[in-house]
T-cell receptor, first 116, second 117 residues
Framework: AQKITQTQPGMFVQEKEAVTLDCTYD???????LFWYKQPSSGEMIFLIY??????QNATEGRYSLNFQKARKSANLVISASQLGDSAMYFC?????????????FGTGTRLLVSP | GAVVSQHPSWVICKSGTSVKIECRSL??????MFWYRQFPKQSLMLMAT?????????EQGVEKDKFLINHASLTLSTLTVTSAHPEDSSFYIC?????????????FGPGTRLTVL
């Protein structure tokens, strides 16, 4: 079975600073993918970044980067130069080959608040 | 590209009535769509996988007869909450994958907030 753990219910950061949101995962499947989604108060889920289990390099997308430590089974999201618009819920999710690379399992989320 | 819409965005209904929620992929075809449920301040829980032209696959604990899913075409899936009760009040989100990206990312609809009185 797959499991995603996000231990930070809430995080607080000042504008322009960097912040790391933690995510650990558990799976017995060697082939899997890890995602981060952002959910603003309006409710839509916005895809941020993806990391495949066989990717050699950490994924980056603009101000978002994923600190992938395979041996530790962690996939932390790093947001650089935080902006007020980054305030939202952030969910880590995964799927694996066992589930046809389709069924996503989500963590409980981290609420990020960015202050001026 | 890769836009998913949902209709309605919110609905209030009386207990005992049925409510239909539509999920459409606007600019791509999706043989598979997914339905999630999210309670306030909680995570998304997968309810079922909707397959075009075949029966949906429900997750353990999800009542098939209560949450009817129909994937009528490659761009439309519907979720019908039958005989809704207050405990069915939740945020329902669908997603779909174009299946053409290198990592099969899912694109989510904006969600439907259901309130059952």
């Amino acid at each position: 079975a797959q499991k995603i753990t996000q231990t930070q219910p809430g995080m607080f950061v000042q504008e322009k600073e960097a912040v790391t949101l933690d995510c650990t995962y558990d799976t017995s499947d060697p082939s899997y993918g890890l995602f981060w989604y952002k959910q603003p108060s309006s409710g839509e889920m916005i895809f941020l970044i993806y990391q495949g289990s066989y990717d050699q390099q950490n994924a980056t997308e603009g101000r978002y980067s994923l600190n992938f430590q395979k041996a530790r089974k962690s996939a932390n999201l790093v947001i650089s130069a935080s902006q007020l618009g980054d305030s939202a819920m952030y969910f880590c999710a995964m799927f694996s080959r066992n589930t046809g690379f389709q069924k996503l399992v989500f963590g409980t989320g981290t609420r990020l608040l960015v202050s001026p | 590209g890769a836009v998913v819409s949902q209709h309605p965005s919110w609905v209030i209904c009386k207990s005992g009535t049925s409510v239909k929620i539509e999920c459409r992929s606007l600019d791509f075809q999706a043989t598979t769509m997914f339905w999630y449920r999210q309670f306030p301040k909680q995570s998304l829980m997968l309810m079922a996988t909707s397959n075009e032209g075949s029966k949906a696959t429900y997750e353990q604990g999800v009542e098939k007869d209560k949450f009817l899913i129909n994937h009528a075409s490659l761009t439309l899936s519907t979720l019908t909450v039958t005989s809704a009760h207050p405990e069915d009040s939740s945020f329902y989100i669908c997603s779909a994958s174009p299946g053409m990206s290198s990592y099969n990312e899912q694109f989510f609809g904006p969600g439907t907030r259901l309130t059952v009185l």
